[in-house]
T-cell receptor, first 110, second 117 residues
Framework: SQELEQSPQSLIVQEGKNLTINCTSS?????LYWYKQKYGEGLIFLMM?????EEKSHEKITAKLDEKKQQSSLHITASQPSHAGIYLC??????????FGQGTILTVHP | GAVVSQHPSRVICKSGTSVKIECRSL??????MFWYRQFPKQSLMLMAT?????????EQGVEKDKFLINHASLTLSTLTVTSAHPEDSSFYIC?????????????FGPGTRLTVT
């Protein structure tokens, strides 16, 4: 099984709806990164979480890291077509080397 | 801020030739750079970590003689795929961090798509 599990694997929502993507680790994380990727392109940094219970927001995207530092969630409020893409969580489990989840493909219908 | 570039964005080469990919941090000094590869519809896999002025450390299963990494300056790291074969065709992405301190963010380049014919 993967060290880092993302769910769901894909998500289709109507514009304006809220959504949540989860990232669960089998180990305690030192840090958790969220990135967005469009197919065939690089990764866009969204947020980095390091402290248990930490929550960060940027525009309509909020990410949380649970107290035990084994699970993170990414929440998008009032989704827009521009939010569409592949969302990847990356976990720092080994001195800054990131292990990535398998990604969540988000489609937002206008 | 925190822009990382890669060059070239796409490259096609013949089997047996070598290809060099550059990764540059444009607006910060990158003490540490990472190289990843990504196969279609799969996630990123770390290949190696390089710190400026030091030899790169490779992940298990990655051939260091095949994937040569040079981190000669605080803004440039290069990955050379030597004697490329079709199975080396992949999407190669670098990331850069302003410190060896793991608390610093990692910023990714746009990637380089390598096709070996």
């Amino acid at each position: 099984s993967q060290e880092l599990e993302q769910s769901p694997q894909s998500l289709i929502v109507q514009e304006g709806k809220n959504l949540t993507i989860n990232c669960t680790s089998s180990k305690t994380l030192y840090g958790l990164y969220w990135y967005k990727q469009k197919y065939g392109e690089g990764l866009i940094f969204l947020m980095m979480l390091q402290k248990g219970g930490e929550e960060k927001s940027h525009e309509k995207i909020t990410a949380k890291l649970d107290e035990k530092k084994q699970q993170s969630s990414l929440h998008i409020t009032a989704s827009q077509p521009s939010h569409a893409g592949i969302y990847l969580c990356g976990a720092d489990m080994n001195y800054g080397k990131l292990t990535f989840g398998q990604g969540t493909i988000l489609t937002v219908h206008p | 801020g925190a822009v990382v570039s890669q060059h070239p964005s796409r490259v096609i080469c013949k089997s047996g030739t070598s290809v060099k990919i550059e990764c540059r941090s444009l607006d910060f000094q990158a003490t540490t750079m990472f190289w990843y590869r990504q196969f279609p519809k799969q996630s990123l896999m770390l290949m190696a970590t390089s710190n400026e002025g030091s030899k790169a450390t490779y992940e298990q299963g990655v051939e260091k003689d095949k994937f040569l990494i040079n981190h000669a300056s605080l803004t440039l790291s290069t990955l050379t795929v030597t004697s490329a074969h079709p199975e080396d065709s992949s999407f190669y992405i670098c990331s850069a961090r302003a410190s060896e301190d793991r608390t610093y963010e990692q910023y990714f380049g746009p990637g380089t798509r390598l096709t070996v014919t």
